[in-house]
């Protein structure tokens, strides 16, 4: 059972992973423009941190596809995710909520959930890359395929109720 939940866990992260890498493939200028709205790196490394950012993502969402790769791949997804966190943080502390979060999706302004969020994710992380990481049969892989689809369902979900919070605490 716990192979099957670390291997459904790791492929919600690698569709969280590859959601991220489309929005930001898909509007890279736009993505380098959130990414210097942050103010955390010098406007003369955007361009280097930018597509360095892109191919860690893409690595990562790759990586943790495949058993062989999975463990180095959550390990780097926790760091990525605990940097995305601690940069949300640094500009909430600074005030700075207008930002969007970069994360893909719908236009979401900065915001606590989104530091927990990354947070959970990383602790899922964690705990992938301690448990080892074996192949399944076919009827556990799709289980797990399964359970995957939920989880990704289950993280949409809780995205999108991230992303309507500026809108519900104006009716509010």
């Known amino acids: 059972m716990t192979l099957i939940l ?14 991220a ?6 509007n890279y200028l736009e993505f380098t423009g959130i990414l210097k709205q942050y103010r955390l790196l010098p ?5 280097v941190a930018a597509p360095l950012l892109v191919l860690i993502e893409a690595v990562i969402s790759a990586g943790l596809l495949f058993t062989a790769t999975r463990k ?3 390990g780097l997804a926790c760091l990525v995710l605990l940097a995305y966190a601690a940069a949300m943080s640094v500009n909430l502390i600074r005030g700075r909520r207008e930002i969007d ?19 959970v994710l990383a602790g899922a992380g964690t705990w992938l890359a301690s448990v080892s990481a074996k192949g399944l ?4 892989t799709l289980i797990a395929l399964g359970t995957a689809l939920l989880l990704i369902v ?6 999108q109720l991230i992303a309507n919070l500026p809108y519900t605490r104006r009716v509010a």
């Open 6 to 19: 670390t291997t459904a866990i790791s492929w919600l992260l690698a569709a969280v992973f590859a959601q």
């Open 21 to 26: 890498l489309w929005h930001k493939t898909r």
């Open 43 to 47: 406007d003369w490394s955007l361009s």
């Open 72 to 74: 180095e791949a959550q």
């Open 101 to 119: 979060c970069g994360c893909g999706g719908p236009p979401t302004p900065l915001n606590e959930w989104l530091v927990v969020r990354n947070l």
């Open 137 to 140: 049969d076919a009827a556990s």
């Open 154 to 159: 289950l993280y949409v979900t809780a995205n």
